[in-house]
């Protein structure tokens, strides 16, 4: 490597290891931080060497290079290059402490940029892996579980015995795999940057996202409509037709997008949320419904629709449109 010294080339493959990220842009970023924290910390290092030619005791100085690079250790903008502050400082105090400090700094940084282009490189042209089909994959069984988790809320307003433990269970792991799928969209979303193969699954992606905000709602509303079954009364409501309402929704939830059936889903739903609503107000008397539990439970169940319906498969041309 020009400017190196070849004492100190096991730094390359070094920087070759720490860049090898799952995505391009994941690798290139990390490289970026990297190499801004190794100048970060040559100065720091290249600064305590000259407090140690003034006079301070190399204890001292090791300890201002270790205690300034803590602090920088706080920066996030660095990355994982933060870390690398108070490691290059070190390494440049101490083996580059012996007189040849820029020469041991140039061949540090040289050879640890090289190897970062070297990873980002290999990144790039050795079949730079796509996680979009896996983050769909995700999504998929995201949508089932909600959809289980509605299911078991139906069942359990016609059980003999409400299995509270099981539904607070289900409750969490939802929770849990939301937060695991939220991360592995945005993976792929980032495994698609920068990548050749990654301008012709744009619209994967975007569906993607679209597919993770409206199960994000979803998750949320189901919640709410888990507290609002909770605070209703059961044994003056319309348990059947509930019941069959959140079902039907549950089932909508549960079709793919742009499933051949989803129409059909989304019409049964809404029937069934209407029967429901007539239900209500029967039960409140003939009057339009004013119960603010019973409205909190429909509002659930219409906004669920709502987040589905982008995803319904719309009607053929010249096809029934009941």
Known sequence: MPFADPRYAYYAPLGVLVTMYPTVAGSARTGAQMLAGL???????????????????????????????????????????????????????????????????????????????????????LFPPLYLTEAGRRLSELRGQVSDRMSAMADSLTAPMKDDVALADQARQLTT??????????????????????????????????RLRALERTVFLVWELGDGLDRLSTDDAPRDSLATAIRDVADLVASPPDAEDSLDRLRRASDSVDALVSDLDVRAGGRASSIRIDLMVVDCLHRIMDASRPFVREPTEGGADR
Do not use: Q
């Open 39 to 125: 100048l970060l910390g040559i100065a720091l290092g290249t600064a305590g060497t000259a407090l140690t030619s003034l006079g301070l005791a190399p204890v001292g100085a090791i300890a201002f290079v270790a205690g300034i690079g803590v602090l920088f250790a706080g920066v996030r903008m660095l990355g994982p290059g933060k870390s690398w502050v108070a490691i290059a400082g070190l390494f440049v105090l101490l083996i580059g402490g012996g007189g040849d400090v820029g020469e041991f700094s140039v061949s540090y940084l040289v050879d640890v940029g090289f190897g970062v282009i070297v990873g980002v490189a290999a990144n790039l042209l």
């Open 177 to 210: 795999t939301l937060d695991a799928v939220r991360e592995e969209v945005h993976e792929a979303d980032e495994s698609r940057k920068t990548n050749p193969r990654g301008r012709r699954r744009l619209a994967e992606d975007e569906l993607n996202y679209r």
